[in-house]
């Protein structure tokens, strides 16, 4: 699988998620690095729907801090869907017994990566932490926040690096300087919708200039 996010390789959210270690990684705009490409989970092609002409690309916007039930872990790039669908699902089914309705889009932070795998952290918001909270591999977060740059992408995960590749170009054409991170936000259910259909905002913080 073509990734940037292989050549991020860095602990992203030091600054807006307290769980997570300091980064150590290089910036958010850094070009992928061509490695062997991953299957599918559905065993089919990457694809890539056709944009939206209407979709933000490089937009500013700003992001409202949210509760969130979150998991993080370690995959391969290889099952990297497949183990981050399967975190979802660990969070879906806790809200379900807990009958707790989730309050937004479900999240996808890449902690730490390299050329064969990655640290995660996924999320989900809720409209107030459970009490008590949740055990084991699952815990109470607060979402990124603050002033980011969004981009969409429609289509697979795997044809993301596309969407990736065009984000990179974009910033160093405007000649933007960006932090050690990268959020992906699920338009669409990332458990139930077809790799084809999914809907995934991408957002980026840009580097604060000192005065």
């Known amino acids: 699988m073509t990734c940037v996010r292989r050549a991020v390789g860095a602990a992203f959210l030091t600054a807006v998620f307290a769980l997570i270690q ?4 290089a910036q958010a705009q ?18 890539a729907a056709p944009a939206n002409p209407a979709d933000p690309f490089g937009e500013e916007v700003t992001l409202e801090e949210k509760t969130i039930i979150t998991m993080k872990g370690t995959a391969t790039w290889e099952t990297a869907f497949e183990t981050l669908a399967d975190a979802f699902k660990t969070i879906g089914g806790y809200l379900d017994k807990q009958k707790i309705q989730p309050s937004g889009k479900a999240l996808v932070v890449y902690t730490q990566t390299d050329d064969t795998g990655f640290n995660y952290q996924v999320g989900i918001p809720v409209a107030e932490a459970p009490k008590p909270p949740p055990r084991g591999d699952l815990s ?18 795997d044809a993301m690096d596309t969407t990736y590749e065009a984000i990179t170009n974009h910033l160093d054409e405007k000649r933007l300087e960006t932090e050690d991170m990268f959020i992906e936000e699920y338009v669409t259910d990332p458990v139930k919708t077809p790799q084809a259909k999914l809907i995934v905002n991408i957002y980026i913080p840009l580097k604060i200039q000192s005065p």
């Open 22 to 25: 300091p980064p150590i990684g």
């Open 30 to 47: 850094a070009a992928r690095a061509p490695t062997e490409k991953a299957p599918e989970v559905s065993a089919t092609p990457a694809q």
């Open 140 to 157: 109470v977060g607060k979402s990124p926040a603050g002033k980011l740059l969004k981009f969409v992408h429609r289509g697979s995960y």
